[in-house]
């Protein structure tokens, strides 16, 4: 397994070893995405749902770039930003040392003309260095949101996998098929299985997603993680109602 990268390495150790309970670990959140894998395929053989847990797997070496992309600072960026706030100042300071003293004192109307101009040009010059000072942030929330859109999708996949596993075909009480019915292919307890492993690779996209504001403070991509949290738990829910609905039919007297 790959080790994550010192900066975060060092941001986890910085809270001690209390500290490692409460947070997300991504090597962690790779193992038990593996094992899931693993899991899978040894109970349903060349099954397209293990496919499905691989790309989670692969999703975990994106989050782990990702995450290393929001807790690194860009020091290029930042170098960047702090040479154009340098000549922006540089270029105020300039006209106003250019500008000529007039000996004579001025009119009240050009005294306010140019305190108007001056108090824009402040305006302008504060607008401007705060949208410089907001490139690394908005830079990397793109970042994060295009790691998020593929978390969203992958969440939508999965529920795809499990969105014809009927609990009345498989236990045989669907008595109205058709020639376009899906085909009964697993017994009850397989059934339960394979919905089992989709609500567990639902949360693993949720905490994949909740990693990328774990150490990123952004209120955009906070929003968008609740998102797929809600997102996730929605599609949870209906598996656990045929998980539940299935239970009942197979153990009617409990």
């Given at each position: 397994m790959d080790a994550l990268e010192p900066t975060l390495r060092g941001?986890?150790?910085n809270v001690g070893e209390l500290g490692t309970y409460r947070q997300l670990m991504l090597p962690e959140i790779r193992a038990t995405a593996e094992q899931l894998v693993r899991r899978i395929e040894e109970r349903f053989p060349?099954?397209?749902l293990a496919g499905v847990c691989r790309d989670i797997v692969r999703q975990c070496g994106e989050t782990e770039v990702s995450i290393r992309t929001l807790c690194r600072p860009n020091y290029w960026l930042?170098?960047?930003v702090v040479g154009?706030?340098?000549i922006l100042v540089a270029l105020v300071v300039g006209i106003v040392?250019?500008?000529a003293p007039r000996p004579e004192k001025p009119a009240v109307?050009?005294?306010l003309q140019g305190l108007e101009a001056g108090v824009n040009d402040a305006v302008f010059i504060g607008v401007a260095i705060w949208?410089?000072?907001r490139v690394e942030a908005g830079w990397k929330r793109r970042r994060a949101m295009r790691a998020l859109h593929a978390l969203r999708s992958l969440a939508h996949v999965v529920d795809m996998h499990q969105l014809t596993k009927d609990p009345e075909r498989v236990t045989g009480r669907s008595r109205e098929l058709t020639q376009s019915s899906p085909k009964r292919q697993m017994t009850p307890f397989e059934?339960?299985?394979y919905l089992d492993y989709c609500s567990e690779m639902l949360s693993l996209i949720s905490k994949l997603a909740a990693l990328h504001v774990q150490h990123f403070d952004d209120a955009a991509t906070l929003t968008a993680v609740r998102d797929i949290e809600d997102l996730t738990l929605s599609l949870s829910q209906k598996i656990w109602q045929k998980i539940m609905i299935l239970d009942r039919m197979l153990n009617p007297g409990d």
């Open positions: 941001e986890v150790a060349g099954a397209g930042r170098a960047a154009c706030v340098v040392l250019g500008v109307g050009e005294f949208f410089l000072t059934l339960l299985r």
